[in-house]
C-alpha cells in the first residue's frame, strides 16, 4: 500500500501562511494526479486541490481556497506542495493528500471516492 507522507501543519493566525508538504515514500509522484484534501470532525473530507505532475496547466482549486491556496511539485524531492495563505478560521482541518488510483483518466480533480491510499494527515489551526 502506497502512503503518501504529509507535514508542515501547525497553528497560525487567521491571515497568516503555512506550507504543507507530502512525499510519497513508495511512489514517484511524476506523471500522478496528486490531490490535497482537508477534513474535519464530523464532516465528510473534501478536495481541496489537485496537480497533475506530468506538466501542463492541469491544476484545480476548490473555490473556497481559489486565489488563498497554491499547489505546487518539486519531481527532485519527490514532493507535492500545499502553501496557505492569508488562511481564516474555516480552513481548520486535517489535510491529507493522496494520489488518483492509476486506473482512472480524464481531468486530475480531487474527488475524494478515486483516490487513496491516505496518509495519516496533518492538522492546521487556524485562530482568529
Known amino acids: 500500500q502506497v502512503q503518501p507522507v504529509e507535514s508542515g501543519g501547525g497553528s497560525v493566525q487567521a491571515g497568516g501562511s503555512l506550507r504543507l508538504s507530502c512525499t510519497p515514500s513508495?511512489?514517484?509522484?511524476?506523471?500522478?494526479?496528486v490531490g490535497w484534501f482537508r477534513q474535519v470532525p464530523g464532516n465528510e473530507r473534501e478536495g481541496v486541490a489537485s496537480?497533475?505532475?506530468?506538466?501542463?496547466?492541469?491544476?484545480y482549486y476548490a473555490d473556497s481556497v481559489k486565489g488563498r491556496f497554491t499547489i505546487s511539485q518539486d519531481n527532485a524531492k519527490n514532493t507535492v506542495y500545499l502553501r496557505l495563505d492569508n488562511v481564516v478560521p474555516e480552513d481548520t482541518a486535517m489535510y491529507y493528500c493522496a494520489a488518483r488510483d492509476t486506473r482512472y483518466g480524464g481531468p486530475c480533480r480531487p474527488l475524494v471516492p478515486v483516490f487513496g491510499d491516505w496518509g495519516q494527515g496533518t492538522q492546521v489551526t487556524v485562530s482568529s
Open positions: 513508495k511512489y514517484a509522484i511524476s506523471n500522478r494526479c
Open positions: 496537480l497533475w505532475t506530468g506538466g501542463g496547466p492541469n491544476i
